[in-house]
């Protein structure tokens, strides 16, 4: 067995301990390039290992400690193919207007929904109809179809669309004194109308909002969000499916 030597850390110790092993066995005249006496050596030398660790060390110990390679590590491989990507930005990281030229045509459905939130006072100003611009609900909605059809001049990088259809309806709701706003848009066409169910029910809420904050300046607008889609190449999606 070694000497035992002080030391303060096992970075300094462990070579120590070997140099000062492989020395005594050279001093002993002990050939270490036969294949018995190495493997004699190696089990003296975990032996002593075990001595100062507790444990006689694993043979698989290089293998456990080297990086686990993911499935996902080549960038052609299937996994990172289903990751989601922006479609709107090119390869150097630039913005960029999409190129639909190639897509089929199908008939594309968007619907999509908001809230505003009024309050008890304003409420009751909008269902009587006494706010002093006027009808709010009429105005908003055709506010809503009129952003709609200049979603592609609000939004930069939006296609221009024709749109078939559009279509805004706003409800009071008494139980939060709200405002429920469902917009919906229709194309046939290579590209989507979720943007221009979007953009219809965010202007009919803007509308209402400007149309009654003399009243009050506590109105919110909330939950703006895409309920469902169809056609394209991603299909049928539905927040309540």
Known sequence: MLDEVEVKTQSFYLPAMFLRHIKA?????????????????????????????????????????????????????????????????DSTGHAKMVDVSSKQESKRVAVASC??????????????????????????????????????????????????????????????HSVEIEGEAATTGKTGVEMEAMTAVTIAGLTIYDMCKAASKEICMTDIRLELKTGGKSGYWSRTK
Not at 34 to 55: M, P, W
Not at 74 to 85: F, L, V, W, Y
């Open 115 to 176: 809230r505003v939130l009024l309050g008890p006072k304003v409420f009751n100003l909008v269902a009587s109809n006494q706010i002093a611009k006027g009808d709010v609900l009429t105005v908003a909605k055709i506010a809503g179809i009129n952003g709609a059809k200049q979603t592609g001049n609000l939004i930069p990088l939006c296609h221009n669309i024709g749109l078939t259809h559009v279509r805004v309806d706003l409800t009071l709701n008494e139980k939060d």
């Open 25 to 89: 066995h050279r001093s002993l005249g002990r050939c270490l390039i036969g294949r018995n006496n190495h493997d004699l050596t190696i089990a003296e030398l975990n032996k002593e290992l075990e001595s100062v660790f507790g444990e006689p060390p694993s043979l698989d110990g290089l293998s456990s400690s080297a990086p686990q390679v993911s499935d996902c590590a080549s960038p052609i491989s299937s996994c990172s193919e289903e990751r989601a990507s922006l479609t709107h930005v």
